[in-house]
C-alpha cells in the first residue's frame, strides 16, 4: 500500500523567503505525482503534475522536482508571499487513483 | 478551465435520513471521485467511476453508494446516515488513462450528522 509522507506538517517564513516543501513517497511504481494546495474550508486547487518520466515541472514561481528511484519530490515556491500562506498537498498516482500525504500548512508572514 | 461544482456548501442532516450529494463536471471527463477529508487523517478514496453506471470501490466505501447515470454526473449518497460521517466531501473529475489524468476538484461539501 502507498504511504506519502510531508514533512514538515507546518512552516512559517517572512515574506520574500523560498519555500521548500518535501514529499516521499514508499513505492515509486508511480504514473506521476501532482501538487495541490488547499485554502481552509475549501477544495483542492491543482498546482503541478510531474508525470513519471519527468525530472521537473514548472509554473510561474512554482517549481516541483521528482525523483522517483528515490521515491521522493519538492515542491519550490520562490519569494513567497502572504497570499501563498495554504496547506499543501502532495499525491501520487499509481494506479487509477491517488494516495495523498497529509499536508503541510504554511504561514507567511508579511 | 475545468470546472467542477458540488449542490451544496454545507449540509446539516439528521441521523439516519438518507443523503444525497451531487457532483457535475464540465470537461467531458470520463473519471470521476469522491473522497472525504477529516482532520489526521487525510483524503481517502470513497468511491470512483471511469464511465457512466461503472463504479469502483475505494477505501472505505461502507455505508455509502453511487450514482452515476449520465457522464457529467457523480451523486454519492448516505443510506443511512450517521454521525461518524460528519466530513468534508469532495469531488473530483479527470480524464480516462492513467498517465495524464490529472484530477480537478470541487470546492467540497462539509457534512454534518446530528
Known amino acids: 500500500k502507498q504511504e506519502v509522507t510531508q514533512i514538515p506538517a507546518a512552516l512559517s517564513v517572512p515574506e520574500g523567503e523560498n519555500l521548500v516543501l518535501n514529499c516521499s513517497f514508499t513505492?515509486?511504481?508511480?504514473?506521476?505525482l501532482q501538487w495541490f494546495r488547499q485554502d481552509p474550508g475549501k477544495g483542492l486547487t491543482s498546482l503541478l503534475l510531474i508525470q513519471s518520466s519527468q525530472r521537473e515541472q514548472t509554473s510561474g514561481r512554482l517549481n516541483a522536482s521528482l525523483d522517483k528511484s528515490s521515491g521522493r519530490s519538492t515542491l519550490y515556491i520562490a519569494a513567497s508571499q502572504p497570499g501563498d500562506s495554504a496547506t499543501y498537498l502532495c499525491?501520487?498516482?499509481?494506479?487509477?487513483?491517488?494516495?495523498f500525504g497529509a499536508g503541510t500548512t504554511v504561514t507567511v508572514r508579511a | 478551465d475545468v470546472k467542477v461544482t458540488q449542490s451544496s456548501r454545507y449540509l446539516v442532516k439528521r441521523t439516519g435520513e438518507k443523503v444525497f450529494l451531487e457532483c457535475v463536471q464540465d470537461m467531458d471527463h470520463e473519471n470521476m471521485f469522491w473522497y472525504r477529508q477529516d482532520p489526521g487523517l487525510g483524503l481517502r478514496l470513497i468511491y470512483f467511476s471511469y464511465d457512466v453506471k461503472m463504479k469502483e470501490k475505494g477505501d472505505i466505501p461502507e455505508g455509502y453508494s453511487v450514482s452515476r447515470e449520465k457522464k457529467e454526473r457523480f451523486s454519492l449518497i448516505l443510506e443511512s446516515a450517521s454521525t461518524n460521517q460528519t466530513s468534508m466531501y469532495l469531488c473530483a473529475s479527470s480524464t480516462a488513462g492513467t498517465s495524464k489524468n490529472e484530477q480537478f476538484f470541487g470546492p467540497g461539501t462539509r457534512l454534518t450528522v446530528l
Open positions: 499525491a501520487v498516482n499509481d494506479d487509477y487513483k491517488l494516495s
Open positions: 513505492d515509486s511504481a508511480i504514473y506521476n
